[in-house]
């Protein structure tokens, strides 16, 4: 493990305290959050076919593969953390990267906590409202206080952080084990009856990319390790190995539950009802169907708390280049966590509570969030051109950055053409931080009343949370 160094300038430079084990369990964590109890409703829904909702739950798993390796490559010839922000700054420069910095700042990375923890919220409360919807107003206090909890453990400790991710990824794929292995005794039992005219459904364009979209956000969080690339140890060998273990572990997983589901729930009951695993354990648990909302909650707490880790160094690393307000990049000397943006980070996302919503924005940004992974493919692309010589330990295939483009393609212009207010209100609000970057960013001759006033809240939050500017513009050797 890395030890912590003090620059002359009174910088200090990250510990690499993240195992092979730590990053397998922060790709598992984020992964396997709510999507897997939510998402196959979505895709149902989409195709209704149970033979297509199979394949789409295997070929989203490969999509997700293919980009992880792309991101492998893109992770360890570009050895820092802010992901998707890194990779475009350096292949585009800074606009494009700010672009993507502002809508993950806005909707992306705070919409998905929200999300999740709204979750988390909701099968918390079910077991005590077995006969109707629990209350929103309590669903939405304990999303705040899961959000407010993890934020503390995360400005405490790093390694309390990884501990947390650690035993809540073995906790939820226990849970899912069981799913499993119940559905397929259920299966060898001999009850067929749901898997009859598998085909069925509906396979237009539109409906099979809408039907993408949901299994793919059960997927999402495959490229987060990236995120932290500066404090795994030995990216070089450890990123790759992460991938290699954690997206063939998640799409078995996936595949294998949604068949456990489709083996018990009916179509009808697939289609009506979004938290299919509670009908699963009501079906088949009787009165031990309680634990079904425990291993919900369980799963989607490991989600929020990998989602906030890995969110608050993409904007520490977006503030390293000017790109965000100083104080991102303010760490506490000894814990080295980044407390006030772990705090920001929080705070948005407690204002996505306030909102019913929130799904409507996911909706909106669902083709620009691609669309942004898409630049970061042909960022990579684009360097071996203009970058031949740059390191690249890991260099994968060509194939696989086109085959994850083309696929990229069809996920941003099918409902484009589909849906195009939604495409129109993405487009539209991304391109509101243009602007925001010629003023904001790009002047330099601000004010001196500005630059004062920036000068004393960056003071004040150094003395209020014992932190200092981190230095990890450089690559870090050990």
Known sequence: MGEETQAGDGKVTLKRKITLFNGVGIIIGTIIGSGIFISPTGVFLYTGSVAASLLIWLVCGLLSTLGALCYAELGTS??????????????????????????????????????VALTFGHYV??????????????????????????????????????????????????????IIISGLYYICIGHHENF???FEGEYSAGKVALAFYSGLFAFGGWNYLNFVTEELQ?????????????MPMVTIIYVMANLAYFAVVSKMEMMSNPAV????????????????????ALSTFGGVNG??????RLFATGAQEGHMPGFFTLFHVDKQTPIPSLIFTCFFSLLMLTTSNVFDLINYFSQTLWLSVGASVVGMLWLRRTKPDMPRPIKVNLIIP???????????????ITNPMDTGIGLAILLSGIPVYYVCVKWKGKPQCYN??????????????????VDSLEKLSN
Not at 80 to 94: N, W
Not at 135 to 155: F, G, M
């Open 307 to 312: 989602v906030l880790f890995t969110s608050a």
């Open 78 to 115: 570009i050895c820092r953390s802010g992901g998707d922000y890194a990779y475009i700054y350096t292949a585009f420069g800074p606009l494009p990267a700010f672009l993507r910095m502002w809508i993950a700042l806005l909707i992306i990375r705070p919409t998905t906590q929200a999300i």
């Open 402 to 416: 086109y085959v994850f483009l083309i696929a990229i393609g069809c996920l941003v212009f099918i409902p484009a």
């Open 277 to 296: 695993a509670a009908v699963f354990g009501d079906r088949l648990f009787g009165g031990w169907s309680w634990l079904i909302p425990v291993f919900v």
């Open 125 to 178: 409360v079910k077991p005590f409202f077995p006969e109707c919807d629990p209350p929103q107003d309590a669903v939405k206090l304990l999303a705040a206080v899961c959000l407010c909890v993890l934020t503390a453990i995360n400005c405490i400790s790093v390694r309390w952080t990884m501990r947390i991710q650690d035993v809540f990824t073995t906790s939820k794929l226990l849970a899912l084990v069981v």
């Open 196 to 198: 009859q005219n598998a």
């Open 452 to 469: 004062a006033f920036s000068g004393c809240v960056l003071k004040f939050l150094q003395k209020l949370c014992s932190c200092i500017y």
């Open 234 to 246: 030995d990216p070089y060998k450890n990123l790759p190995r992460a991938i290699w273990i954690a």
